[in-house]
């Protein structure tokens, strides 16, 4: 089960408090993010219904999902992007949601152009959030997910060749589901990073697609195909007119000796 296949869910949870305390933190780091990525082509896959490229100064913006305001409709195990075409691609909660997240990275490695970035965001199975999931027995969204743990989010992408070049935590407040708790303890937002760091309900990632160069070494065939030097003539002194004959045609003879 995978949320794109169950879109009414994530959007009717991102419609109550928790869920609209969690978008308005994600769409700020994302609006910083992708304001620096430059290119032709950008995707978001999951969470069509909500524009989070829409500080990108990439001209082609596309997301990607089920239906709904998606506007491509596909299977994000088997994408129908030409490889080595995209310069930025946005994964919101798409991996914890998934039968198989390891394909879909591997889906976005393929897709990337060298150089191009990918930006993630899951939620934290080490934080009140998770707990929260640990413990309930609500299916509904986001508790039925599978929250990765970083390190091994990490080690995926290394296999991947893809390199983390940035990240962070957010969403420190314990999962309350009325608006007033929500505000009442907004201060542990601004104390998280400094005091639980590794705590956050949700986990971003930035990573960049690096492809190692390949040095061809040759052999010198200028120096194989130089012609060879040879030693110069050195004049010698000839006593007989038939000794100049024979250093004039290189030929070398048996001195004769008179009687």
Same mark, same amino acid.
């Given at each position: 089960?995978?949320?794109?296949?169950?879109?009414?869910?994530?959007? +009717?949870?991102?419609?109550? &408090?928790?869920?609209?305390?969690?978008?308005?933190?994600?769409?700020?780091?994302?609006?910083?993010?992708?304001?620096?990525?430059?290119?032709?082509?950008?995707?978001?896959?999951?969470? &069509?219904? /909500?524009?989070?490229?829409?500080?990108?100064?990439?001209?082609?913006?596309?997301?990607?999902?089920?239906?709904?305001?998606?506007?491509?409709?596909?299977?994000?195990?088997?994408?129908?992007?030409?490889?080595?075409?995209?310069?930025?691609?946005?994964?919101?909660?798409?991996? +914890?949601?998934?039968?198989?997240?390891?394909?879909?990275?591997? +889906?976005?490695?393929?897709?990337?152009?060298? +150089?191009?970035?990918?930006?993630?965001?899951? /939620?934290?199975?080490?934080?009140?959030?998770?707990?929260?999931?640990?413990?309930?027995?609500?299916?509904?969204?986001?508790?039925?997910?599978?929250?990765?743990?970083?390190?091994?989010?990490?080690?995926?992408?290394?296999?991947?060749?893809?390199?983390?070049?940035?990240?962070?935590?957010?969403?420190?407040?314990?999962?309350?589901?009325?608006?007033?708790?929500?505000?009442?303890?907004? /201060?542990?937002?601004?104390?998280?990073?400094?005091?639980?760091?590794?705590?956050?309900?949700?986990?971003?990632?930035?990573?960049?697609?690096?492809?190692?160069?390949?040095?061809?070494?040759?052999?010198?065939?200028?120096?194989?195909?130089?012609?060879?030097?040879?030693?110069?003539?050195? &004049?010698?002194?000839?006593?007989?007119?038939?000794?100049?004959?024979?250093?004039?045609?290189?030929?070398?003879?048996?001195?004769?000796?008179?009687?």
């Amino acid at each position: 089960m995978s949320a794109h296949d169950h879109p009414r869910r994530a959007s +009717e949870w991102f419609a109550t &408090p928790l869920g609209r305390y969690l978008l308005a933190r994600e769409q700020a780091y994302f609006d910083g993010a992708v304001a620096d990525v430059f290119g032709y082509n950008a995707f978001q896959f999951g969470l &069509p219904e /909500f524009d989070l490229l829409r500080a990108s100064r990439i001209p082609f913006r596309l997301r990607v999902g089920a239906g709904g305001a998606a506007g491509l409709v596909a299977d994000f195990r088997d994408l129908p992007i030409a490889g080595n075409s995209t310069d930025l691609v946005l994964l919101p909660h798409v991996l +914890e949601f998934s039968e198989n997240p390891h394909q879909i990275l591997r +889906e976005v490695a393929r897709v990337l152009l060298p +150089e191009a970035q990918v930006m993630i965001a899951c /939620f934290n199975p080490w934080s009140l959030w998770g707990f929260r999931r640990a413990f309930s027995r609500d299916g509904r969204y986001p508790w039925h997910g599978r929250f990765l743990n970083l390190p091994r989010l990490k080690d995926w992408l290394a296999l991947l060749g893809l390199e983390i070049v940035a990240g962070r935590m957010g969403c420190y407040v314990p999962p309350c589901a009325s608006e007033k708790w929500l505000g009442r303890l907004a /201060f542990m937002e601004a104390a998280g990073d400094r005091w639980w760091p590794i705590a956050g309900g949700i986990y971003f990632l930035q990573a960049v697609k690096r492809v190692r160069g390949l040095r061809l070494i040759m052999p010198k065939w200028s120096d194989r195909l130089a012609p060879k030097k040879s030693l110069a003539a050195v &004049p010698k002194k000839v006593r007989q007119p038939e000794d100049a004959a024979v250093a004039r045609n290189g030929m070398t003879e048996t001195p004769v000796t008179h009687s």
